[in-house]
């Protein structure tokens, strides 16, 4: 059981260029979540996912984009990097609602754009 | 809006000693639940304890336990018998039912534990 995992664990960019940032859970969760940390702050929510097939924006979802294909995946998407996207991105998961909201998280990849 | 506030960027404790870590929060919900998450050096991000807004008792988890007031929007918690692997970012967070799962963090405090 390997909760939630994150590839890749670091990346460096140029600015301009597109990736993607994978997320993936083994415990059979409905919610999934991508947060970007920047130092001297907690996490911020940038989009989130309720379901297969459904996404939603959070707190700081601008030059972001998700896709939710398969319950266990969450990918996260930047079409054009920018210096102000370094940060290091979690990727977390979740129940249902109703549960202990408890949110499990994964190890993080740190990004840095250039 | 909710907001999550720790106001103490930084603290340092004698190993074997007690600290207690800060956290004040804003909401006009009733329902809610509040966290405290551990982040090591290694960045994972680990699940001290959990309080049910709607639990008069105070959770605990071995040496960690907190002191939930309510009226007072406020939630410490208390490190007993710190240990050498307690050093880290500490987050408080908070999150109201109903909700679909927006984590609220404050900005974290900064635990060092000296030998």
């Known amino acids: 059981n390997a909760g939630v995992t994150q590839t890749p664990k670091f990346r460096v960019l140029k600015t301009g260029q597109s990736m993607t940032l994978l997320c993936a859970q083994d415990m059979n969760h409905e919610y999934m979540y991508w947060y970007r940390q920047d130092p001297g702050m907690g996490l911020r929510l940038i989009h989130y996912s309720v379901g297969e097939g459904t996404t939603a924006k959070g707190e700081v979802p601008d030059g972001y984009n998700v896709s939710r294909l398969k319950k266990q995946n969450f990918l996260l998407g930047l079409e054009s990097a920018a210096p102000s996207q370094t940060s290091v991105y979690f990727c977390?998961?979740?129940?249902?609602?109703?549960?202990?909201?408890?949110?499990?998280f994964g190890p993080g990849t740190r990004l840095t754009v250039t | 809006a909710q907001t999550v506030t720790q106001s103490q960027p930084e603290m340092s404790v004698q190993e074997a000693e007690t600290v207690t870590l800060s956290c004040t929060y804003d909401t006009s919900e009733s329902d809610y639940y509040l966290f405290w998450y551990k982040q090591p050096p290694s960045r994972q991000m680990i699940l001290v304890i959990r309080q049910e807004a709607y639990k008069q008792q105070n959770a605990t988890e071995n040496r960690f336990s907190v002191n939930f007031q309510k009226a007072a929007k406020s939630f410490s918690l208390k490190i007993s018998d710190s240990q050498l692997g307690d050093a880290a970012m500490y987050f408080c967070a908070y999150i109201y039912g109903g909700s679909q799962g927006n984590l609220i963090f404050g900005k974290g405090t900064k635990l060092s534990v000296k030998p």
């Open positions: 977390a998961s979740s129940k249902l609602l109703g549960g202990s909201y408890e949110q499990y």
